[in-house]
């Protein structure tokens, strides 16, 4: 294969990027007014939906959140939980509370109702506490005093 081969072949292959380049131009440009439309309408951005509280009162803007003068929000400022937390004392008091009914139920110094109805009572008070304590900040109308630990 001599010198000449590979100049033919380099020249063939330029020649038909060139021609795959000018018909997939050409084949681009070919579209109705239709589907330019269609095309415009799926890239623009979706409108925005604005939500209306339930009450039909404005929404209290009491929030934490920082914003720029433009009126953008800034995230540099950490978040503020919404109450304090149980600390690490609060927590293994609860683990003691609930391994000791654990192992009351396997010793069998409480009866099998007895535990079931200790169960009911603490499941009662995790499903209702939060909806309790709001309403009870609700009707007090303040801002409740973070726990002391």
Not at 4 to 19: E, F, I, K, T
Not at 26 to 54: D, F, H, M, N, W
Not at 57 to 79: C, M
Not at 114 to 123: H, I, L, S
Request: net charge positive; with cysteine; hydrophobic share 35%.
């Amino acid at each position: 294969m001599g010198g000449g081969m590979v100049a033919r072949l380099n020249r063939y292959s330029v020649l038909c990027g060139a021609m795959c380049g000018i018909l997939a131009l050409t084949l681009a440009g070919c579209s109705t007014p239709e589907e330019k439309a269609a095309y415009a309408k799926r890239k623009q951005p979706p409108q925005a939906v604005i939500v209306k509280p339930a009450k039909g009162s404005q929404v209290d803007e009491t929030s934490t959140q920082q914003h720029y003068k433009d009126g953008y929000p800034s995230f540099n400022a950490p978040p503020t939980a919404a109450n304090v937390q149980i600390n690490d004392q609060q927590a293994g008091d609860m683990v003691k509370q609930l391994t000791a009914l654990g192992s009351q139920r396997k010793a069998g110094t409480i009866s099998e109702a007895e535990y079931q109805k200790r169960v009911a009572e603490m499941r009662k008070l995790a499903a209702d506490h939060g909806q309790d304590t709001l309403q009870e900040i609700q009707q007090q109308g303040v801002q409740p005093a973070p726990a002391q630990n």
